[in-house]
């Protein structure tokens, strides 16, 4: 029987397997930032422990830092500069090297390391973080991990991992106009729930997957942990190769032949067998909105919110109830048309070049709503250089968006940017959690050119109408 | 990392599915260095009002949950996020295991690195003790990790539906063995240099 793409990659990089334990996993690139690393920095201080390969280490600041433009670091709240500070006490001591806020290149983690080349095919990433899983989008196995396993890492460049199962999510047809990545994942997960992946690993396949760009294959594998898998896996192809080809630390020379020949031997195999398959026809969607507190409970722009009585299981009833509460939304309503008072575009997972010419494109000559506060973040400097090169900030600007620095900003409101209590917020973000957004925030994630739309508007709106 | 045997102790009920991280712990307590003061900011949306007093209605804050070791809670417990803070958060507050019908893999994994057990168990089982919780607070619940039970010592049959007092749970054996004796991964991954070098090697990494 044929292997499938993750069991290849698992396969190439399980340096010990001792009966009855987990696996010992070696890994190819460990990304790092300032807010899960100080603690495993201080274990291997504890240990008097070096960091291992400080060669396959990269570390950025993103979660924390603040966003607007001119913000002096002296101006920073005191706990953010904190930890910036122990991130480059920490890089400097164990001599890992930083993309600190200071210097040309910094950025979201997981837009960055694309953006340099360090993601490539066939490797294995971590990061303490759970978008991770958007570096599958090349054919790597990414997952986030926890502070502790930040720490072995580290210290041995290897993580103890049980072996996850393998689901396979087969998107069929072709995406209509206005229908994005963002709104093929919010699908997935609406369809198979928040929890539907736990314990599994996502492989994206099928002709709409094919047809998609790096960034919009980003977007998706970025949610698979909203979608309860551990990773998520996009076969690489030509579309992957050229956008790898000449980036900082992609292979060189007579090593980019080979590096590229190996890549195309990672696709699974015609008689692999997956553990759990999914389906789903592309054409058949709308862009997509979520109306609840978990990123599954979300429906598409022409539907309405769900009625507490039609749904079966008890706790799925009152796991509705409580989010309707939350939210300020009422059964069985249109979502369509529903009110938004701050529109955030960025994240990791809409953040990058594609997204924001995108959003651009629906900004150009409108206007934002008089009631709408709308920010656009870039989600690394590159972004933003390319963005301002493009004159898209001024695009953004003249229609009353802000635009801002890179990082995770509104995302998660760790930093001063915050959503404020009851505020509606049309967001490119993953994550619609009570309180995500700011405390009392009520999260509606769409795709950027929805929320571009709903800037605009001043309510949500089917972006399909004033393509 | 405490060592994990048995317990036994009261059990406090969240009855709430798909608990995300950013409830356990908001990001606003991300900012720390350390691991310390991750207790404080448990469930801070739920349990404190908005001018910051404890909110009454919140389970936690009610005198009869006081001391509970066991968390009880709906499924999905621990999607979202990474932060191992979340566990810290809880096992800082005092609890030492989490039973819930499933549990986010990243959040699962992190308690078993705390000592803090988590304990999956089927849904029906779950709900009947929630309701039991919710009705006798004073309830003892027991687990034995060596024998991988959850027991109601002394309560034979009750009114709300539980039909048998003991359930077994699964565990990864080598997770097991390292709860028992409160062993991390990180000893057992520096005993492997020779194999990792000989990878690098190899794979002239
Ligand atoms: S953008 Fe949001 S989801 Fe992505 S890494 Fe930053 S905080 Fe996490």
Redesign the pocket.
């Known amino acids: 029987m044929g292997k499938t793409l993750f069991e290849k990659i698992w396969d190439a990089h399980v340096i010990a397997q001792d009966e009855g334990a987990p696996a010992v996993l070696y890994i190819d690139a460990h990304l790092v930032h300032e807010v899960t690393s100080p603690q495993a920095f201080a274990t291997l201080r504890e240990r008097g422990l070096p960091v291992r390969r400080p060669d396959k280490t990269y570390a950025t600041m ?2 924390a830092i603040p966003t607007r433009i001119g913000a002096l670091e002296v101006d920073w709240p005191d706990d953010a500069a904190t930890q910036v500070r122990a991130l480059r006490q920490n890089c400097a001591e164990f001599d890992v090297p930083l993309y600190d806020i200071e210097g040309e290149i910094q950025g ?3 837009v960055i390391g694309p953006e340099l080349g360090v993601t490539q095919p066939g490797m294995t990433i971590v990061c303490g ?1 759970s ?1 991770t899983s958007t570096h599958g989008a090349f054919g790597a196995l990414a997952f986030g991990i926890g502070t502790s396993e930040v720490g072995h890492v580290l210290a041995t460049q290897c993580l103890m991992q049980s072996k996850p199962k393998t689901f396979a999510i087969n998107v069929e047809g072709d995406l209509g106009t206005g229908v994005t990545a963002k709104d093929i994942i919010l699908a997935i997960i609406a369809k198979n729930g928040a929890g539907g992946g736990v314990g599994h690993v996502f492989e994206y396949r099928g002709p709409a997957i094919r047809a998609l760009d790096m960034a919009s294959r980003m977007t998706i594998c970025n949610m698979s942990i909203e979608g309860g898998a551990r990773a998520g896996l996009i076969a690489p192809d030509e579309t992957t190769f050229s956008y790898i080809k000449g980036r900082t630390f992609a292979p060189k020379g007579d090593q980019w032949e080979k590096a590229v020949s190996h890549w195309r031997t990672l696709t699974t195999d015609e008689d692999a067998v997956f553990d759990r398959e999914l389906t789903l026809d592309a054409s058949a969607l709308a862009p997509m909105v979520t109306y609840g507190t978990n990123p599954g409970q979300g429906v598409s722009i022409n539907g309405r919110v769900p009625r507490a009585q039609d749904l079966e299981d008890p706790a799925e009833r009152r796991s509705l109830q409580n989010a309707l509460d939350y939210m300020g939304l009422t059964e069985g309503q249109p979502i369509e048309g529903q009110h938004v008072d701050i529109v955030f575009i ?4 809409n953040s990058r070049i594609e997204d924001l010419r995108a959003a651009a494109a629906i900004a150009k000559g409108r206007r934002v709503s008089d009631h709408v506060e709308a920010l656009v973040v870039p989600g690394s400097k590159a972004v933003k250089a390319q963005a301002e090169a493009e004159g898209l900030d001024r695009i953004f600007s003249e229609a009353g968006f802000e635009w801002r620095g890179a990082g ?1 900003s509104m ?2 409101a760790m930093n001063d940017d915050k959503a404020g209590e009851g505020k509606y917020v049309a967001s490119t ?3 619609n959690f009570m309180g995500r957004q700011g405390p009392g925030s009520r999260s509606l994630l769409m795709s950027p050119i929805m929320a571009a739309a709903a800037a605009v508007n001043g309510r949500v709106t089917d972006v399909r109408e004033i393509l | 990392m405490q060592p994990f045997t048995t317990l036994t102790s009261t059990a406090l009920p969240l009855r709430t599915e798909n608990v995300d991280t950013d409830q356990i712990i908001p990001a606003r307590y991300l900012t720390a260095v350390t691991q310390e003061g991750m207790g404080d900011g448990l469930f801070s949306w739920w349990r404190y009002s908005r001018d910051g007093s404890p909110n009454p209605d919140f389970v936690l804050n009610q005198p009869q949950y006081q001391g509970s070791e066991i968390l009880v809670a709906g499924r999905n417990f621990g999607i979202g ?1 990474s932060r191992e803070h979340a566990v810290w958060a809880l096992t800082q507050y005092g609890f030492r295991a989490v039973i819930s019908p499933a549990f986010a893999d990243i959040f699962y994994n992190n308690s078993l690195k705390n000592g803090l057990l988590p304990i999956r168990l089927p849904e029906d089982t779950v709900r009947s003790l929630l309701d039991l919780v919710e009705e006798a607070p004073k309830t003892s619940i027991c687990i034995d990790l060596q024998k991988q039970t959850v027991t109601l010592p002394g309560l034979a049959d009750s009114a709300s539906g539980i039909t048998e007092t003991s359930w077994s749970f699964d565990i990864d054996p080598f997770r097991k063995q390292c709860l028992l004796r409160g062993l991390d991964d990180l000893g057992y991954l520096l005993d492997k240099e020779d194999q990792i070098s000989a990878f690098e090697a190899a794979a002239s990494l």
Request: glycine share 6%; hydrophobic share 15%; charged share 15%.
């Open positions: 993103d979660h979201i983690v997981h973080d978008h960025g994240s990791c997972t995770c995302c998660l973000s993953n994550r | 996020s």
